[in-house]
Nanobody
Framework: QVRLVESGGGLVQPGGSLRLSCAVSGIIFRISDVGWYRQAPGKERELVARISSSETPNYVDFVKGRFTISRDNAKNTVYLQMNSLKPEDTAVYYC?????????WGQGTQVTVAS
């Protein structure tokens, strides 16, 4: 059974930082592409960043220079370091793993940016 478990969300002030983690089990992590998505209230889920099995990262424009995605294949974990957070970054952040035709999601972790 494939499981993705996110952690690290919370309440942070504008300009602050958070580090999200997603622990993966039940699948060969090192050959999988993994990524982070987010969904704000009333909006569709959107891509934030992805990292390939060869550790090539890709970011959407609105997080470039602020967020960093990384992975630790020894720990089957993907991370999202978020700096210079803005109120508009408030959302539920979801971890996603893609392997071949299969796609798996975590349960999400809430990130709230407010003063």
């Amino acid at each position: 059974q494939v499981r993705l478990v996110e952690s690290g969300g919370g309440l942070v002030q504008p300009g602050g930082s958070l580090r999200l983690s997603c622990a993966v089990s039940g699948i060969i992590f090192r050959i999988s592409d993994v990524g982070w998505y987010r969904q704000a209230p009333g909006k569709e889920r959107e891509l934030v960043a992805r990292i390939s099995s060869s550790e090539t990262p890709n970011y959407v424009d609105f997080v470039k220079g602020r967020f960093t995605i990384s992975r630790d294949n020894a720990k089957n974990t993907v991370y999202l370091q978020m700096n210079s957070l803005k109120p508009e970054d408030t959302a539920v952040y979801y971890c996603n793993l893609a392997l071949g035709w299969h796609s798996y999601w975590g349960q999400g972790t809430q990130v709230t940016v407010a003063s």
